[in-house]
């Protein structure tokens, strides 16, 4: 067990970090991804009535410019930033939370011992090896940045991903990780490593058993967890099991719109 607060347990309130503060409330918040780069996109998406915004740093069009400025246009509306770095590194972990984003998710969790990494990379001392030099990410959650400093190990949300057959092997000792939040399952990287193609259908036996031991070990070990759906009714089924979810992104919800639109236009 952890011997200092995490999220899970901070007794520290800021209405900024909307999306800790109805996770911890139990109040099952949506978030999207987002992976153009654009400040009117992230205001756009931000004006919808999600509670968090996962920068697409990983598959998105977002480099470091588009990613400060995505940040600093989500919170100034109320909605929380999360950014997903394209891999476990100390330096990425660093560049992307001195953005001010309000968490951070990483791709292909393997082992506990890249859990426990980027927990370190994630955090100031004396919890981790986090350094501070920028006045940004104080901005971000609306303080002071010696305030800052003082609340961003307990108050920024730390995301994995689950999403490789040897991620779902070691997933209960990941889980067992202090300062690991949010277990994040990335259904189709899931199915390319289980299965040897996307996307799943959902009812594969190999497929349903990973995903229920993820879960169990997420609950096992007192952390929240979360996955990646298609649109609001499958969202809405997953209120049973998750703490949260994410419902497509940005470049999906544009085309979706325009293909429906288009055959309704051209139907006879």
Known sequence: MASYPTAHTTDIENPRLRLLNKIKNGEFP???????????????????????????????????????????????????????????AHDIIKRALDTGAHGIMVPQINNAEEA??????????????????????????????????????????TMIQIETR????????????????????????????????TPARGDEPEFVAAVDKIIAAAKKHGKWAARMVNNGSTAKEARKRYD?????????????????????????
């Open 244 to 268: 949260t979810v994410a419902i497509t992104g940005d470049t999906k919800a544009i085309q979706n719109w325009y293909i429906s639109e288009f055959e309704v236009a051209r139907s006879s």
């Open 30 to 88: 949506l978030m999207t991804f987002m992976a153009l780069p654009s400040v009117r996109i992230a205001q756009i998406i931000a004006l919808t009535g999600v509670d968090g915004i996962i920068i697409d740093c990983e598959h998105g069009h977002i480099g470091d410019d588009a990613m400060h400025n995505s940040v600093a246009a989500i919170s100034s509306l109320g909605v929380s930033p999360v950014i997903r770095i394209r891999g476990p």
């Open 166 to 197: 040897m991620g779902v092997e070691n997933v209960d000792a990941i889980c067992a990780v202090p300062g690991v939040d949010v277990v994040f399952i990335g259904p189709n990287d899931l199915a390319q490593s289980l299965l040897g193609y």
């Open 116 to 157: 426990q990494q980027i927990v370190a990379s994630s955090k100031f001392p004396p919890q981790g090896v986090r350094g501070q030099g920028s006045a940004f990410p104080a901005i971000g959650h609306g303080l002071t940045t010696p305030e800052y400093m003082k609340t961003a190990n307990e108050t920024i949300l």
